[in-house]
C-alpha cells in the first residue's frame, strides 16, 4: 500500500472485526500494540527529519472520543457548500507540495478511527433530526478517500448503507485510481466518486505518488460504467504561463471519457493555504513552482491569487465545460459572493443559498438517472 511501513494499533481494538480484517489485509507489515499512541506521534515530530514524509508511512489505529462526523469548517467571508465530512481516516499517503495537512503538525502519521457503527450512528442522527432535507457527506476532507480504502474497507460499508437513504449522498473524492472494490457494490446512484483532476505537468511536479491524469480518468470511466454519478473537483487551479491550454486540454480529455450527463458537479478553486504551509512546504519541496506566483491573504488569512486572476481562471474554465454541456452543475469552492457573481452572473448569497442548490441539484440528478 504506497509507502506503508509499519502499523500501531491501540490494544483495546484488536479484537475489533475492522482491526482483523486490516490486520489480514496488511499482514506483511510489523504491527505494534501500543496504549502510548501519543508517543510514537511525538518520536515523529521529535526525532524524524521530515515528520510530514515519515508520517505517511506510519498507520495509527486508535480510538477517538468525540464525534467523528462533522460541518466542514468552512472559511471566513467565504461560502461554503455545507458538507459533512467523515473522519475515519486522517492524513494520507500521497504527497502533494500544497496539501495542507502539512501545516497540521500535531499528528503527521495515517491515523484510522475504526469505529464504522459509531460513524452510522452518527449520521442516522442527523438524517433523522432534518428528514426534510438532503445532506452530502464526504470522507476526503482530512485525506484522500480512497487512497487506502482498499485494505481499510469504509466504503464496502459506506457505499450500501448510504444506498438505503433518501435523503443523503456520500461522496467518495480522491486523486488515485483504487476503484476494484468499488464496482460491484450496491450503491443505487447514492454514492458520487469524484477525483481533482489537474494538467499532468502538474501532477508530476506536484502531486507525488497520486495516480496520473489517464489513470484518474479511466477510473471514473470504470466507476461510471458501473452506474455511479461522477464528480469532477479542478482544485487547486494553479496559475503558470500556460495554464489556459493545459486546462483546457483537460477538459477536453475528460468529456472523451465520460459523458457529462454523468457528471453530478464540477467545483473549481483557486490555490488557497494558510501561510504558515508555505515555510514547511518549500522546506520538503523546494522544486515546487506553486508558490511563485503572486498571492495575497484573503479575509480568512489564507493566501490566495488575486482575484483577477482568480475570476480569470474561473471564467474560462466555465467557459470550456459548458461548452460540452451548459446544464453541469458547476461551483466555486470558498469563493465570495462577488467573485460568484462576476463567474456566473448571480450568487447563492450565502452557505445556506448554496446548500439548497445542491439539494436541489443531487434530487434532479437522482430522478434524471433513475
Ligand atoms: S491527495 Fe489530498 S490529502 Fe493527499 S496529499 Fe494530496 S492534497 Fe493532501
Redesign the pocket.
Known amino acids: 500500500m504506497l509507502a506503508l511501513q509499519e502499523v500501531y494499533v491501540d490494544p483495546s481494538l484488536e479484537a475489533s472485526p475492522v482491526v482483523r480484517r486490516i490486520r489480514q489485509g496488511l499482514n506483511h507489515l510489523p504491527w505494534h500494540a501500543r496504549a502510548d499512541l501519543d508517543h510514537v506521534i511525538q518520536e515523529v515530530i521529535s526525532y524524524r527529519a521530515d515528520p510530514c514524509g515519515a508520517g505517511k508511512k506510519i498507520l495509527l489505529i486508535r480510538p477517538f472520543p468525540g464525534r467523528l462526523v462533522k460541518a466542514c469548517p468552512g472559511t471566513t467571508g467565504h461560502i461554503c457548500c455545507g458538507y459533512k465530512t467523515i473522519n475515519v481516516v486522517t492524513?494520507?499517503?500521497?504527497?502533494?507540495s500544497?496539501?495542507?495537512?502539512q501545516g497540521y503538525l500535531n499528528n503527521p502519521c495515517l491515523t484510522l478511527y475504526p469505529d464504522f457503527a459509531k460513524v452510522f450512528g452518527e449520521i442516522e442522527g442527523i438524517l433523522e433530526r432534518h428528514p426534510h432535507r438532503v445532506f452530502r457527506f464526504g470522507t476526503?476532507e482530512?485525506?484522500?478517500s480512497l487512497?487506502l480504502d482498499g485494505v481499510v474497507g469504509f466504503a464496502e460499508e459506506a457505499v450500501p448503507f448510504f444506498a438505503a437513504k433518501n435523503n443523503a449522498i456520500l461522496e467518495l473524492k480522491?486523486?488515485s485510481a483504487e476503484v476494484d472494490h468499488l464496482l460491484a457494490l450496491d450503491h443505487k446512484g447514492k454514492t458520487v466518486i469524484s477525483w481533482?483532476l489537474n494538467p499532468q505537468q502538474v501532477i508530476e511536479q506536484e502531486?507525488h505518488l497520486?495516480a496520473s491524469l489517464d489513470e484518474r480518468l479511466a477510473a471514473a470511466r470504470r466507476c461510471s460504467d458501473a452506474g455511479y454519478p461522477i464528480g469532477f473537483h479542478f482544485d487547486p487551479l494553479i496559475y503558470y504561463a500556460g495554464w489556459e491550454q493545459d486546462y483546457r486540454g483537460v477538459v477536453d480529455l475528460l468529456f472523451e471519457h465520460i459523458n457529462p450527463r454523468r457528471v453530478m458537479w464540477v467545483s473549481l478553486g483557486g490555490l488557497r493555504f494558510p501561510p504558515a504551509l508555505k515555510q514547511v512546504a518549500q522546506g520538503r519541496f523546494p522544486c515546487s513552482r506553486i508558490f511563485s506566483g503572486e498571492l495575497i491573504p484573503g479575509e480568512d488569512g489564507k493566501l490566495r491569487y488575486i482575484k483577477p486572476v482568480r475570476v480569470q481562471m474561473y471564467q474560462r474554465m466555465v467557459e470550456w465545460l459548458q461548452a460540452y454541456d451548459e446544464g453541469l452543475f458547476i461551483y466555486l469552492c470558498m469563493e465570495r459572493g462577488d467573485v460568484w457573481h462576476e463567474v456566473f452572473g448571480n450568487t447563492p448569497v450565502s452557505t445556506v443559498g448554496l446548500n439548497r442548490r445542491f439539494e436541489q441539484r443531487v434530487t434532479s440528478f437522482l430522478e434524471d438517472v433513475r
Do not use: F, Q
Open positions: 492524513n494520507c499517503p500521497m504527497d502533494c500544497y496539501c495542507i495537512l476526503g482530512l485525506g484522500d487512497a480522491t486523486k481533482s502531486e497520486a
